[in-house]
């Protein structure tokens, strides 16, 4: 399967990386060996690693017309030549994968005719939160649940400067400022604080939602430029935070889908996303609220969301994925001895002198450190909490094991473990 | 597309109401006409609102061997003789969708298997956390996207407990009991409360999560009855809350899944899942955490997996579904005028007698109530905030318009709506 790509920006390159460096895993997964064709670029003197220089090109046509090339992932943004290209595209039969959200929020339903008439896909995870995969879910695993409301954090940049402001008493200039030097905030943020990225992934997600046509146009949209650090404190005496939000439902079985700043009460779950974080709450007739959180924006997070775009459009071979995955072992299972956790640990103890010394000799012993313990006294019997630092399980069941020998300890000890304190996971 | 049921409890019962209250829905997003074919039942005497009785039956082969019937769905529960009719339903080739953890969890890879081989579909999303997509994200969305760790708040029943108990110091028996009264607990809670529901979820997760072979057999878990209320205050104390959780990752290669209490820092975004919700937190290699929550069990959520599951088999007509949704126009949009927020207000107006009565009197006019007035004074001006509640938008913007004009007012009122105050979209 032979992928051409248009740009080769950040995201372009990540779409690179996870072919060349994923794709084992894709082929193992889906049953799909995805090649990467002809790609696309305006400078073609700059260097792309991991891409074969025979595969660069300044001229569209060797993306857009070769026969080899079955889908064309659109990775470069604007809308012209975009548009343009992906007509060519999609006429000539190929499939299309975009990012492109402001290309889609305008152009999207000549696009959606363009890959029908031709028989060809259109698919666009990527152009509403990046790797969330929201479009998915409305589309299909909401189906049949009759969205009757969709809310949501759509602008990392946004989120971040609020929550920023919220906090640390910054003006909208100083998060804003902040926001640049952290990389969250384009050199020109216009799109992102004035609303418009927000409207475009909102007509994206409300047409999903609502099966129904709602391009850009149809989004009054207001951005969070006005807003000053004095909301943020008074919003937060009178019990709120406040959120750049996308707000669709339906009204008299009518569409209304908006942007606006507002105030979220502070135990309402949007709430709680900060930073550049976007979450999206789908209501329906037949599920209490869903909400999917997580980075929607990064050239990683975007890619993934491309390669399963291309992969919902092969088709994955389910059953063999399947069966690889669950009837053959696959990887082996990990002993639970060796998984190291940090550990709560509870004991009554007897009130005598001495006690508490002999336990963490145990503890040393086995080169698990203490890093909090909380003892309160209780007649004859002393209760004692502690917290033990991150060693692997089965020294702390043979610590345990010794200090309920010790004659000290009355009754079961509790042991609960911490989370987030573990080490020795996979990581790249 | 001809359904049996094998099962018309109450998730049975929810999917009969779908498939038959939400049928034009499903046909025109998914282009698929879904029909209720054979219904199994263990007493046909009793009534089955909203089924024609010639279907109800108690012979299974009336729904395992008709070859009109092209997808089971197995809503029973229990491992026999749910095993023996999912193996007949596949060998003769029809397709299954099940919402049956244990038994996925136990014979999972032979099904698998049962079905590669008939050449049929294995589905199973709602056996895992009812409507929230968790099966359907890991399997496609984040196909390439190599899973590094699951984690999650898999049961409702423990989470409601324990945070009856985290927040009321009510003892284990006590939240227990009120999870019974509000039915977030079966009659004989022991899977639940023991950790073996929460473990089926594991195994079925890490399986595909982790393309491995992981049944619940090779899942430890503990429950959460050993917990006392001083667990909870001793927890919250050093700033953590207390979560049933599963948590499964790679380790050196290895697959390592557990469900165990864990004490979750009271800043982590599991710490924030309160009563009988779910959450499910994805990390890979590729994107930043993706965070899944909702609800995890009830009849409605369950039966909306499976109509997605059902609609995954035979394929959505994209093409068709997509163009009928953005090209043709669908519903109309709402105009905003009508739409019904509550409204934040804030304003510098001259610090002189009668100012606050007149503004007040411009929106009584409109008959807007102000629920909350914060005034500060600063020099001869003075600060206004006002929550007003709620009213169409407007009326809110005749009503600026006129406090705008009364001369008491410097530079430009902000006004920012407030969430979760509207009135008027669109419920069952």
């Known amino acids: 399967m032979r992928i051409g790509l248009l740009g080769c920006g950040t995201v372009g390159q990540a779409v690179v990386r996870m072919l060349s460096e994923g794709g084992a895993t894709i082929t193992r997964a889906s049953g799909h060996r995805l090649e990467l064709g002809p790609v696309l ?4 003197s700059r260097p792309r690693p991991g891409v074969d220089p025979a595969l660069i090109t300044t001229d569209p046509a060797r993306v857009l017309e070769d026969p080899e090339v079955s889908i064309v992932v659109e990775v470069m943004g604007g809308l012209d030549p975009a548009l343009g290209y992906l007509r060519t595209a999609l006429a000539r039969g190929a ?9 889609l929020a305008r152009h999207g339903p000549e696009l959606l005719t363009a890959a029908r008439d031709a028989g060809a896909e259109l698919r666009f995870e990527a152009s509403a939160c990046a790797a969330i995969p929201v479009i998915k879910v409305l589309r299909e695993s909401l189906l049949a649940a009759e969205i009757t409301a969709v809310t949501g954090i759509v602008n990392g940049t946004t989120n971040f400067i609020l929550t920023e402001m919220g906090r640390g008493g910054l003006s909208y200039e100083e998060a804003l400022a902040r926001a640049h030097e952290l990389g969250y905030a384009e050199a020109d943020p216009t799109e992102d604080v004035g609303g418009a990225d927000a409207a475009a992934k909102l007509a994206i997600l409300s047409s999903i939602a609502f099966h129904s046509r709602v391009l850009i146009d149809d989004v009054p949209f207001e951005g969070i430029d006005r807003l000053e650090a004095e909301d943020m404190e008074h919003a937060a005496s009178l019990g709120f935070v406040i959120k750049l939000l996308g707000v669709a439902r339906l009204i008299g079985g009518a569409v209304s889908a908006r942007v606006y700043p507002a105030l979220v009460p502070r135990g ?3 709430a709680a996303i900060g930073g550049p974080d976007n979450a999206v709450l789908l209501e329906s007739r037949a599920t209490r609220e869903i909400m999917l959180v997580g980075p929607g924006a990064g050239g990683a997070e975007t890619a993934s969301a491309v390669i399963a775009d291309i992969l919902s459009i092969l088709g994955t071979h389910q059953g063999s994925f399947l069966h690889n995955a669950l009837a053959d072992a696959g990887r082996p299972m990990a002993p639970p001895g060796g998984v190291v956790s940090s550990f709560y640990l509870r004991m009554s103890v007897a009130d005598r002198p001495g006690v508490l010394a002999r336990i963490a000799s145990v503890f040393g012993d086995e080169e698990l450190s203490i890093r909090t313990v909380v003892q309160s006294g209780a007649g004859d019997e002393a209760r004692l909490v502690l917290i033990i630092h991150s060693g692997p399980e089965d020294r702390m069941e043979r610590a345990l094991e010794r200090v309920r020998s ?3 300890v009355r ?4 042991m609960i473990r911490v989370l987030g304190s573990g080490e020795g996971g996979d990581r790249r």
């Open 268 to 270: 309402h779950r949007l």
């Open 406 to 408: 010790l004659g000290d």
């Open 41 to 44: 670029v305006r400078d073609a």
């Open 411 to 414: 009754g079961e000890p509790v």
């Open 95 to 103: 499939s299309v994968v975009t990012a492109n959200k402001q290309l």
